[in-house]
């Protein structure tokens, strides 16, 4: 039984001894729309219930948005530059379509970010996730 120990402790010991694997490499960032930045506006009191591109009602009230680029049904995170104050919405909309714009918000968004007393901000506005399976259909 000690001859049979003897190899077990050696090989154990080697084991030991041996280099640490690698670090392991670093992972590529998602791959996906890269963030934009650009204008923000929000949206006035006319839209209250009409429908959106998504055939949503709009609700002044939810956080939602509407860009040109980003698929309807993803979230993105909207981060006034001047502010430093963001929030993430849902895009169900289309627009806005005025050069420069990158996104509308609605006036809850507006509000929490701190562009409705101007009317428009910088932004950068960066895809957080893809829309689901339901809010595609």
């Given at each position: ?28 960032e998602a791959s996906g729309p890269p963030a934009q930045r650009g ?68 006036p809850k968004v507006a509000e929490k970010i701190g562009l409705k ?11 957080v996730s893809a829309p689901t399976e339901t809010a595609a259909r």
């Amino acid at each position: 039984m000690h001859r049979l120990a003897a190899p077990a402790l050696l090989l154990l010991g080697l084991g030991a001894c041996s280099t640490p694997p690698p670090p392991a490499a670093p992972q590529p960032e998602a791959s996906g729309p890269p963030a934009q930045r650009g204008e923000a506006s929000y949206y006035g009191p006319g839209f209250e219930g009409k429908r959106t591109a998504s055939g949503e009602r709009f609700d002044p009230g939810a956080n939602t948005a509407a860009s040109k680029t980003l698929p309807l049904g993803s979230v993105a995170e909207v981060t006034n530059l001047e502010t430093g104050q963001s929030q993430r919405v849902r895009i169900t909309d289309r627009g806005p379509y005025v050069k420069g714009r990158v996104v509308d918000v609605t006036p809850k968004v507006a509000e929490k970010i701190g562009l409705k007393h101007k009317g428009t901000a910088p932004v950068e506005v960066k895809p957080v996730s893809a829309p689901t399976e339901t809010a595609a259909r």
